[in-house]
């Protein structure tokens, strides 16, 4: 038994398992199945007369289903951010797992992650023999990582332009059955992107907001990059149909995810430039998506369909 109960009925100490507490958790296990998280929730605030997302250690994800999750990083060149990365991930997230998809990084990328993987455990490289782009790069981290039975699966730029202090709050709507996907939104409230350039803020702007209006998906930010998937949703996705790269491949997954049923919320993220190598992203990937959407978006209309908005 997980010692975080403060004892509000069943007399036990802060840090301790009261009785009813005790009689809520031995329910659960003769039951042999789990509650929903509204449901464990409205029960918890009874045992113990508060929120528990207030409870005073701070702990009341222990409550929900534990997920196993695994963060996949595409890598090329990333020689100067990799260690650093994995040890703020880890430091972060003590269980979850990390999948290194790397490029054949000419800078020594992969045996960097290597070596940092036999340190601290939990950590994986996926060599492969050339650059082929960051959707094909998700589409094997997702594949390695579904075989393997894991929970959720995590995209993540390796350069800490993603924050990995927000994993938590990406991974949590998953945790609690909230959502399938949860994206990490430059562009709700609470979002921002502190050091861009107003051209290519109003570029980034612009672009969210043609897809979102020709999609009618409901998401305010469909090209970031900074995501959890639920397993659950990436097993009935047509991943042999997605074939973008860069802004288009979250574009692409977020309509075929709309268009499976799935449960969509965004949460808010701080954005900011990379600080060592350089960014990989082209011109070609931003025409690539617009014109990915616009087809998507003229085709849907022509055949009288819509996908299920997010929310």
Same mark, same amino acid.
């Given at each position: ?97 990390? &999948? ?5 990084? /000419? ?65 949590? /709507? ?19 992107? /502190? ?109 009288? &369909? ?6």
């Amino acid at each position: 038994m997980p010692g975080w109960g403060n004892g509000a009925l069943g007399g036990a100490e802060p840090g301790g398992v009261g009785e009813a507490e005790e009689a809520f958790w031995a329910s659960g296990r003769l039951a042999g199945k789990r509650l929903s998280a509204k449901v464990e929730r409205s029960i918890l605030w009874v045992i113990w007369g508060m929120d528990p997302a207030a409870h005073p250690c701070g702990l009341y994800s222990l409550s929900i289903r534990s997920v196993r999750a695994l963060i996949v990083l595409p890598t090329y060149d990333e020689a100067a951010n990799i260690a650093r990365m994995l040890e703020a991930i880890r430091s972060v997230l003590p269980d979850g797992e990390v &999948l290194v998809v790397d490029d054949s990084s /000419p800078d020594g990328t992969a045996e960097i992650a290597e070596v940092i993987a036999g340190r601290l455990g939990g950590i994986h490289v996926l060599r492969r023999s050339a650059k082929s782009g960051l959707g094909s790069a998700y589409r094997d981290g997702f594949s390695w990582g579904l075989e393997r039975g894991f929970d959720a699966l995590v995209e993540m730029d390796a350069d800490f332009s993603h924050d990995p202090g927000q994993l938590p709050l990406l991974l949590a /709507p998953i945790q609690e059955g909230r959502a399938e996907l949860v994206i990490g939104s430059r562009y709700v409230q609470g979002g921002s992107i /502190p050091n861009w350039s107003i051209p290519r803020l109003a570029l980034s702007r612009s672009g969210n907001a043609y897809s979102k209006a020709l999609l009618s998906l409901g998401v305010s930010d469909m090209t970031s990059g900074f995501r959890a998937y639920a397993a659950s949703l990436l097993t009935r996705l047509p991943m042999g149909e997605v074939r973008a790269d860069g802004y288009g491949f979250q574009i692409e997954m977020v309509y075929f995810a709309a268009k499976a049923g799935a449960k969509i919320v965004e949460t808010p993220i701080r954005f900011v430039d990379r600080a060592e190598g350089y960014s990989k992203m082209s011109g070609r990937t931003i025409v690539e998506a617009l014109a990915l959407v616009t087809w998507w978006g003229l085709r849907d209309r022509l055949r009288g &369909l819509r996908p299920k908005r997010a929310g």
